[in-house]
């Protein structure tokens, strides 16, 4: 991706800017303040131990504050967002349309999100992320989907004598190839990448204790204590999702689901390269979750 440079209001601080939000091509558009930009200077640190506790514990079982109540998520009172943790949780994602999340401002958004959990940086750490939520600023006319795995599902489908396997085995999860491109093409490494291994089974949550699959092909690299071609046998067949649900979402329609129980990618379906064909651009906040709990007290180191 090509990109151009701009100043800050702020500062005299140089910052890049991916092309495709250009100062000069998108000087009316509405959302310039949620543009993309390339930060060199700031440096983050790596995510301390903390505890956490599931808000959907608290969540009422029949959902009857949120459910025939509610409207607009951004109106939500502590009791309905109890509700929907809880819903996340058993649902793993739920849709929104009609919404005005988009146009709340950046501190209500965060604010919103900050609900459910410390706000997350990045997910290869002892704290992976918990809930997700996604609301789109602007969208091609066709394409740009999101897509999610079910992970709960993907572990039922596999064979007791699997399941059994799998249980007792961790991957590594690493964010290193992420820094290693980031540096290869000249781009500014904000945090050190770290490594962590992780159960490849875990308990969904504090909420439903699901078992689920906990690897996908974006951060587990191989299986820990087994050879390669061991490792790379197994993470390909638990790599091939096939209980998923995709949705072309609109710039009303807000998305939360829950990173513990389901995996996730965004689907291009266009040329995102080639301004003509549209711009996907959005708002994302992530929360923190627990640190991952295996099977029979395995847990991540």
């Known amino acids: 991706m090509t990109s151009s440079e701009t100043i800050t209001a702020a500062s005299d601080q140089r910052i890049t800017v991916s092309a495709a939000h250009d100062q000069e091509t998108n000087t009316s558009y509405k959302y310039a303040a949620y543009l993309p930009v390339y930060d060199e200077t700031t440096k983050l640190r790596a995510t301390e131990p903390f505890e956490f506790k599931d808000r959907g514990l608290d969540g009422d079982k029949d959902k009857k504050n949120l459910l025939g109540q509610a409207s607009l998520l951004s109106a939500l009172n502590d009791a309905q967002k109890k509700d929907l943790a809880l819903l996340l949780a058993e649902r793993g994602v739920v849709v929104f349309r009609g919404q005005d999340f988009k146009d709340i401002g950046p501190e209500k958004q965060k ?4 609900f459910f959990g410390r706000l997350h940086i990045h997910p290869v750490g ?3 992320p918990g809930i997700t939520l996604l609301c789109l600023l602007k969208v091609p006319s066709s394409g740009g989907d999101t897509a999610w795995v079910s992970q709960a599902a993907a572990y039922e489908r596999l064979s007791e004598p699997v399941q059994k396997l799998i249980e007792g085995l961790r991957a590594e999860h690493s964010g290193f190839p992420q820094a290693e491109n980031a540096r290869r093409d000249g781009k500014f490494v904000r945090r050190e990448p770290v490594k962590s291994d992780h159960p490849i089974v875990r308990f969904s949550g504090q909420v439903t204790g699901q078992k689920v699959l906990f690897v996908n092909p974006g951060f587990a690299k191989r299986i820990v204590g087994l050879k390669d071609e061991e490792s ?7 790599f091939k999702p096939i209980f998923r649900c995709e949705l072309y979402g609109t710039t009303t329609t807000m998305t939360l689901w829950d990173n513990r129980v389901t995996a996730h990618t965004a689907i291009s379906h266009y040329d995102v390269h080639n301004p003509a064909e549209g711009l996907r651009h959005g708002i994302r906040l992530t929360t923190l979750g627990e640190k991952p ?7 991540c180191r």
Do not use: T, V
């Open 232 to 238: 790379d046998a197994i993470l390909q067949l638990l």
């Open 293 to 299: 709990q295996g099977i029979n007290g395995l847990d």
């Open 111 to 114: 604010e919103f999100a900050s």
């Open 126 to 128: 002892a704290h992976p």
